[in-house]
């Protein structure tokens, strides 16, 4: 079992820039790939970032993000980082971080996430 609690979530203004944390519970976190997902007011959930497992993790991102967000882990820490730089108005959601189980792929896929946190939002003002 992990549990997920995100944090850092808020207001800021277009430009700006906010990190997100994931902290686990659980004593097998650097076994599972992670992942950022958010959801707009009206749309569905989409898949931001990820970084699979293991100290060399591979990351992912959404075309819409690239360049301007970093996912990064702490296995130490149990901890899994979104770092969101030059915010736009449209990156405004209800930030998720969710784990998959090692092997699961693609990690864009929501549905390979066994675990979720409940969410956090961030509101980007133009």
């Known amino acids: 079992q992990v549990q997920l609690v995100e944090s850092g979530g808020g207001l800021v203004q277009a430009g700006g820039s906010l990190r997100l944390s994931c902290a686990a519970s659980?004593?097998?976190?650097?076994?599972?790939?992670m992942g950022w997902f958010r959801q707009a007011p009206g749309k569905e959930r989409e898949f931001v970032a990820a970084?699979?497992?293991?100290?060399?993790?591979?990351?992912y991102y959404a075309d819409s993000v690239k360049g301007r967000f970093t996912i990064s882990r702490n296995n130490g820490k149990k901890t899994v980082y979104l770092q969101m730089n030059s915010l736009k108005p449209e990156d405004t959601a209800v930030y998720y971080c969710?784990?998959?189980?090692?092997?699961?792929?693609?990690?864009?896929?929501?549905?390979?996430?066994?675990?979720w946190g409940q969410g956090t939002q961030v509101t980007v003002s133009s």
């Open positions: 969710a784990a998959a189980a090692a092997g699961s792929w693609p990690l864009g896929n929501e549905r390979h996430y066994d675990y």
């Open positions: 659980g004593r097998t976190f650097s076994s599972y790939n």
């Open positions: 970084i699979s497992w293991g100290a060399g993790g591979g990351t």
